[in-house]
């Protein structure tokens, strides 16, 4: 989950991207821990290898299932007691994890070709979400605020 972006940033899978009044940080944190910890680890799947040549990304792609009821709760909490302002509010179509950008379209095309039907499935267990702030330092880069631990399954 991340406040935005997708380059210069730990691998992650984005569940929501938003702006939030620094005021409201400790609304956020308080909620998401409450949110977090109160739902069980899971399992998830990866699905294979994917590209976005628009932007010239290589991908893993991941299944969906296990991750639209935990989006959903993060969403509607967003809304309706932090009160974010800039929330992307749209369904969790497509997760991913972003393993590589590639500069060259030229390099991208010859580097997706070599992935691109390779067999990549495994599961994984989710134990935490981390919340990626955009740096102070650098537009376009993301560093880790704090991690929320889901609960050990019952």
Same mark, same amino acid.
């Given at each position: 989950?991340?406040?935005?972006?997708?380059? =210069?940033?730990?691998?992650?899978? +984005?569940?929501?991207?938003?702006?939030?009044?620094?005021?409201?940080?400790?609304?956020?944190?308080?909620?998401? =821990?409450?949110?977090?910890?109160?739902?069980?680890?899971?399992?998830?799947?990866?699905?294979?290898?994917?590209?976005?040549? =628009? =932007?010239?990304?290589? +991908?893993?792609?991941?299944?969906?299932?296990?991750?639209?009821?935990?989006?959903?709760?993060?969403?509607?909490?967003?809304?309706?007691?932090?009160?974010?302002?800039?929330?992307?509010?749209?369904?969790?179509?497509?997760?991913?994890?972003?393993?590589?950008?590639?500069?060259?379209?030229?390099?991208?095309? +010859?580097?997706?070709?070599?992935?691109?039907?390779?067999?990549?499935?495994?599961?994984?267990?989710?134990?935490?979400?981390?919340?990626?702030?955009?740096?102070?330092?650098?537009?376009?880069?993301?560093?880790?605020?704090?991690?929320?631990?889901?609960?050990?399954?019952?």
């Amino acid at each position: 989950m991340g406040y935005g972006g997708k380059l =210069n940033s730990p691998p992650h899978i +984005s569940l929501v991207q938003f702006k939030l009044d620094i005021q409201r940080e400790g609304i956020l944190l308080t909620e998401l =821990n409450r949110i977090v910890s109160s739902q069980p680890k899971f399992i998830t799947k990866t699905l294979g290898i994917d590209g976005f040549e =628009n =932007n010239r990304l290589i +991908s893993i792609s991941i299944a969906p299932e296990p991750l639209v009821m935990l989006h959903a709760l993060l969403t509607s909490t967003l809304c309706k007691v932090v009160r974010v302002a800039h929330l992307k509010v749209k369904k969790l179509s497509y997760p991913h994890i972003t393993i590589g950008h590639v500069p060259v379209e030229e390099d991208f095309i +010859s580097s997706y070709a070599k992935f691109q039907n390779m067999e990549f499935a495994k599961g994984f267990e989710v134990d935490r979400i981390t919340l990626l702030v955009e740096s102070e330092s650098s537009k376009r880069k993301w560093d880790k605020l704090k991690c929320f631990y889901l609960r050990d399954k019952s």
